[in-house]
Nanobody, 125 residues
Framework: QVQLVESGGGLVQPGASLRLSCAAT????????KGWFRQAPGKEREFVAGINWSGIIIDYADSVKGRFTTSRDNAKNTVYLQMNSLKPEDTAVYYC??????????????????WGQGTQVTVSS
């Protein structure tokens, strides 16, 4: 069974950091583009970050540029999202996803083939 499992979410104060991990089981995703999305209550799911199979091509949403960093370890079948200087508006359920598409990481959620169950990130004082 193919699974993407996120971990690392939690409740933090503004300005704090969190590191999300997304581990894949059931198959290897070393050739897949990986993406991070988030969904806040009452809002649509939005793209956060994407990384191509080699880790060389990375893209971010404007709202997180300079604060978030994504990386991947293909040997561990795991992708990471380091989130620094967190703001209350970053509060959401964060999802990782895998796409068979190559090239520049797509920002379109329907172009991802596998999804994790999500992890809650809450930023509040």
């Amino acid at each position: 069974q193919v699974q993407l499992v996120e971990s690392g979410g939690g409740l933090v104060q503004p300005g704090a950091s969190l590191r999300l991990s997304c581990a894949a089981t059931g198959r290897t995703f070393s050739s897949y583009t990986k993406g991070w999305f988030r969904q806040a209550p009452g809002k649509e799911r939005e793209f956060v970050a994407g990384i191509n199979w080699s880790g060389i091509i990375i893209d971010y949403a404007d709202s997180v540029k300079g604060r978030f960093t994504t990386s991947r370890d293909n040997a561990k079948n795991t992708v990471y999202l380091q989130m620094n200087s967190l703001k209350p508006e970053d509060t959401a359920v964060y999802y990782c996803a895998a796409s068979r598409r190559t090239g520049w990481p797509t920002k379109v959620s329907r172009e991802y083939d596998y999804w994790g169950q999500g992890t809650q990130v809450t930023v509040s004082s």
